[in-house]
């Protein structure tokens, strides 16, 4: 993906793999947006509850750091822009200057009434209906929202007390 491509057709195909279920597949997807690398998942082996993409700056990835998220809670139907904060080795420093933001985990029942099954520990910045009225553009601009806050965050980090900070070597 570059920067020119288009977030909210990748957006619906995202959505509409992941609503239909059927597909775990991902290497059609594009690896890059905005000098990032994208990740997206379906489940392993059988789809998942809460499939997701993830814009990962350098030493962050699913299993650890931080990163732009954007998750569907399908049984809610709700797709919700994040701060995300891996499940198993997060750095939850790293969004402190974009707080307070809602968890996941109390921002999915206040707002739509359901509890969030995974992903609970990342920070909310804005969930959207998944409905005929989904505006997948303003979907992308949240999410770029999001990306300019996670990129400036990496370029703090980037010096060495910072990286330390992080847990980081220099």
């Known amino acids: 993906m570059t920067t020119d491509t288009d ?22 997807y594009p690896t890059q947006y905005r000098s990032l690398r994208v990740k997206v998942s379906f489940g ?50 790293f969004w402190q200057p974009v707080l307070p933001r809602p968890l996941v985990s109390d921002y999915l029942p206040e707002h739509f009434g359901h509890a969030a099954p995974r992903y609970g520990s990342s920070f909310a910045a804005e969930g959207f209906a998944v409905d005929r009225s989904l505006d997948l553009q303003a979907v992308a ?14 370029s703090r980090a980037s010096t060495p007390s910072a990286a330390l900070r992080f847990g980081r070597r220099w």
Not at 144 to 152: K, N
């Open 141 to 154: 601009s949240c999410i770029d929202g999001v990306v300019d806050t996670y990129q400036e965050l990496l």
């Open 44 to 93: 392993k082996g059988t789809p998942a509850r809460v499939p997701w993409l993830g814009f990962f700056g350098p030493g962050h990835s699913p299993a650890r750091g931080s990163y732009p998220a954007v998750l569907y809670f399908k049984a809610a139907s709700v797709l919700l822009v994040a701060y995300g904060a891996s499940e198993s080795a997060s750095e939850p420093s």
């Open 7 to 28: 977030l909210p057709a990748l957006l619906e195909k995202f959505m509409q793999q992941a609503t239909a279920s059927n597909s775990l597949y991902v290497s059609h």
